[in-house]
């Protein structure tokens, strides 16, 4: 299990070092003043991105566990992270909270981040599954 973990965190620190360039890349092609905030305590922002990635990655182990439904797992799952995105946030850049309508777009805006990544992840997952499935019904079919 603990190998699990590791495993999936440093997966999720690579996300987290996605996530911190395409929210860079995103904020200078809008030529917002939000880039101005990153670069001007870029440490603090990083690390904030590594941890998100952690929580990411690591909380997916909990898809490893047949305890649950597949439901919980992924409601677990968002929960985690998007508690894990409001305190990083707060820690990082307290000024969303003096603003919601900025808090409530920076929510959205990683939420749906997150589910297109847990999509595109799924997805791909799934696509594994069907060829994984088809190599084993042509060995089967052969053994006939």
């Known amino acids: 299990m603990f190998k699990l973990i590791i495993k999936y965190s440093i997966r999720g620190i690579g996300w987290g070092c996605f996530l911190l360039v395409l929210n ?3 904020f200078d092609l809008s030529n917002s003043e939000a880039l ?3 670069f001007d305590n ?3 922002h990083a690390i904030g991105f590594l941890i998100l990635g952690i929580a990411v990655g690591g909380g997916s182990i909990i898809y490893e566990t047949e305890r649950f439904h597949f439901g919980i797992k992924l409601v677990i ?3 985690v992270v998007t508690i894990m995105i409001l ?3 707060f820690i990082s850049n307290p000024a969303p909270l003096e603003n919601p309508t900025v808090l409530i777009a920076t929510i959205l805006v990683n939420a749906l981040l997150l589910c297109a990544i847990w999509g595109g992840v799924y997805l791909h997952g799934r696509h594994e599954v069907q060829k994984i499935n088809k190599k084993l019904k042509e060995k089967n079919l052969s053994l006939e």
């Open 87 to 89: 305190i990083v946030g």
């Open 24 to 26: 860079t890349v995103i």
């Open 42 to 44: 870029f440490t603090v």
């Open 77 to 79: 799952h968002i929960a």
């Open 36 to 38: 101005k905030v990153i």
